[in-house]
């Protein structure tokens, strides 16, 4: 049996050795934490198509699909709800700006994305404020529980056969004398004819220990979490112009967010909320939503995930260390790709090659483009 080690217990390790295992490889999982530990289990949960870079669009829209029946994939439907995702144009260049993606997304052939116009915004969202003039909508797109979707996935993982260790940290990669990859732990070597780096913000460095230089920085998108109101708002909803991202959720807690940014200490691993920043999300929010006025914040933290300078993924062999997958740099929106993500990275490892469209995120980017 062939054996395969996968970096990394987030949702694109996991979704990675799923598919690995699946697949009959024999998978090992590391996470020196423990599952879910960083952005995967503490984002928004976003589920969505629209606004995405256009790059990214063709494996968003698959993963999209694997979305519809995420209980068949994982065997719960990670309280995913396809309520809808808006931004929302509050001023007439906000909505030319709308009508001109639509219209760059059609000219590619994806038809997800649409214009709402003012009395459409608020028959669907009613608590809308009423400068707002209408949004860019994909009706389908949604948001699902990150935490359950992280335990779904490791119960799955579990279950494939997979073999995934907590607690056990990566200090090195290298050539295996015997062929394949070397993986130096503080438990000791490990080897494997496969290893995928998912390992998030330490991604960087991991590919760094074998020669290949990835651009890129760490970041720590900044959330907050209401106490509980009565149901006002079923749709994710954004701004075209303003950094939001603002879902109720179940319970009738508000979810605030945008990718406003905290401090993080890759070293430590360890984030650190600014309020002063974070306050810029709490007042769009209640510009946007009046209703939100005067509703107490319950708690904020925030995730620390792994950003490129072009904030899309970087997905593809080694250059430097044949055996060795790169999977990262999912730049705050890697959660609703990471199960078509994961299986593309897997069908790569295991067979050489994948259908799913993800030309554009090889690394080789970064040295072509210092080469023109």
């Known amino acids: 049996m062939s054996r395969a080690i996968v970096i990394g217990g987030g949702l694109h390790g996991m979704s990675t050795a799923l598919h690995l295992a699946r697949m009959g490889w024999s998978v090992t999982l590391l996470e020196r934490r423990h599952v879910g530990r960083h952005s995967s ?32 994939l994982v065997g719960d439907d990670c309280g995913f709800v396809a309520n809808g995702q808006f931004k929302v144009a509050e001023n007439e260049a906000d909505l030319k700006k709308a009508e001109a993606r639509v219209a760059e997304v059609r000219a590619l052939g994806w038809t997800h994305e649409e214009v709402v116009d003012r009395d459409e915004l608020r028959r669907l969202i009613p608590a809308v404020a009423p400068h707002a003039m209408g949004a860019l909508a994909t009706r389908d ?19 494939a056969g997979v073999d995934l260790r907590e607690g056990i940290a990566v200090k090195g990669l290298d050539r295996a004398p015997g062929g394949g990859v070397r993986v130096d732990t503080d438990a000791g070597p490990m080897e494997a004819e496969r290893v995928a780096n998912c390992a998030g913000a330490w991604a960087f460095a991991l590919a760094e220990s074998v020669g290949e230089k990835v651009p890129g920085k760490a970041k720590a998108s900044m959330m907050i979490v ?6 006002f708002c079923a749709p994710t909803v954004g701004a075209m112009g303003r950094a939001l991202s603002f879902k109720q959720s179940a319970a009738g807690t508000v979810v605030i967010g945008g990718g406003h940014q905290g401090r993080n200490d890759i070293a430590m691993e360890t984030s650190t909320v600014l309020f002063a ?14 209703i939100m006025r005067g509703v107490k914040m319950v708690r904020s933290w925030c995730g620390i995930e792994a950003m490129p300078p072009d904030q899309i993924p970087v997905i593809g062999e080694s250059a430097t260390l044949p055996g060795l997958f790169h999977s990262f740099g999912y730049s705050g929106h890697g959660f609703q790709l990471a199960p078509a993500a994961g ?10 090659g994948t259908n799913l469209p993800i030309g554009p995120f090889t690394q080789a980017r970064f040295s072509q483009a210092v080469a023109a």
């Open 41 to 72: 289990g503490i984002n928004a949960g976003g589920v969505r198509r629209m606004g995405r870079d256009v790059r990214e669009i063709g494996l968003s829209v698959a993963s999209a699909e694997m979305w519809a029946d995420i209980k068949g």
């Open 141 to 159: 797109d949604g948001a699902a529980d990150p935490m359950r979707t992280v335990m779904a996935f490791r119960r799955a993982c579990v279950e």
């Open 226 to 231: 209401t106490e509980r109101v009565e149901p």
């Open 277 to 290: 920043s974070l306050a810029k999300a709490a007042v769009v929010a209640t510009e946007l939503f009046p």
């Open 343 to 352: 299986r593309a990275v897997a069908e790569l490892m295991a067979r050489g």
